[in-house]
């Protein structure tokens, strides 16, 4: 008899196992021959080598509909480890848009025929740069994919970062120790994070730094291998910060930066480095430029009268 250890590392064991184990039940019932025992995180399989094999298999095949789809009810496992092992897709447009599935059921797709472009964007180029005002969904889509990069171990970790600009306030005055004073601008991340990840495995990842959310400065000498890496409100880099971080980049790497050219928080006399950026990288092959505008808001539909209003008297 072969034991094994199976570690669920992409899906939350309750999507797995149902309350109550109801799903767990279910899964056992088409494995009559084997011993199954879940325990957390860990599901420990004992039988015969190609039962077990089969069983990791089918097992897989139920999360990887999980993260397709964000549903995984007692019929579809039924249906998904029967004979023909139907995958059970929802429709086309859910499959082309989506990113991954967040907590309770939150679907995070491109809504924006500029965010789709990110999103086929990375899948050819290692950097890429989306450029546009708040909110069109810049930041979220890049921390969705970087989340979905992890999920799908393209990537062993999750680095966020900004520069910490006080935009018309005194960072030495905020109460609190360094990280309590450098958090508030780091919120951003947190919220988009938090919607994706649950929120005792997104403790897990930051406590094991799987996840790093950490001020511009802190990339300095670093080399960031096999990892997914967002620079956010790039356009309050200065000139050597932008050229700090992209020279961050190492083996097996993403890199996406985020920023909003008519929003530089700069002394009025500091060049912009993302502006400097846009105008050296163009032409590098293996970096590409998404341009979002007003018709990418997905706020308020206030919002996107405000831009369209500052860019009509300036």
Do not use: W
């Not at 789809?69 to 929802?90: F, H, K, S, Y």
């Not at 356009?235 to 932008?242: I, V």
């Amino acid at each position: 008899m072969t034991e094994k250890i199976i570690v669920l590392e992409s899906i939350e064991p309750v999507e797995i196992y149902g309350v109550n184990d109801v799903k767990l039940n279910i899964i056992k019932k088409h494995f009559p021959k084997l011993k199954i025992i879940a325990r957390g995180y860990s599901v420990k399989v004992l039988g015969e080598e190609s039962e077990i094999q089969n069983f990791e298999k089918k097992l897989n095949l139920l999360i990887d509909h999980y993260h397709k789809t964000g549903l995984l009810t007692d019929t579809v496992i039924d249906r998904l480890l029967g004979p023909t092992g139907d995958n059970i897709i929802e429709s086309q447009d859910l499959q082309n848009d989506l990113i991954l599935f967040g907590n309770n059921g939150l679907v995070v797709k491109a809504k924006t025929e500029n965010q789709r472009k990110m999103v086929a964007s990375i899948a050819k180029n290692d950097m890429i740069f989306a450029i546009g005002p708040a909110g069109t969904g810049k930041t979220y889509t890049a921390v969705a994919l970087a989340v979905r990069a992890l999920k799908n171990k393209e990537v062993k970790r999750i680095i966020l970062t900004r520069p910490a600009v006080e935009a018309g306030e005194n960072l030495g005055f905020l109460p609190g120790d360094l990280k309590e004073k450098l958090d508030p601008y780091m919120q951003p991340l947190y919220d988009a994070l938090s919607d994706m990840v649950p929120g005792d495995k997104l403790n897990q990842y930051i406590e094991n730094r799987v996840i790093q959310i950490a001020p511009l400065a802190f990339m300095r000498g670093r080399t960031l291998d096999n990892a997914f890496v967002i620079l956010d409100e790039a356009q309050n880099t200065t000139e050597s910060q932008m050229k700090m971080f992209l020279t961050r980049m190492g083996n097996n790497a993403k890199f996406i930066i985020t920023g909003d050219a008519t929003q530089i928080d700069l002394p009025s006399k500091q060049p912009s480095g993302l502006i400097q950026a846009i105008r050296y990288l163009k032409k590098v092959e293996g970096i590409d430029f998404i341009e979002l505008d007003n018709r990418d808001v997905i706020r308020h539909r206030l919002v996107s009268a405000i831009i369209q209003s500052y860019e009509g008297n300036k």
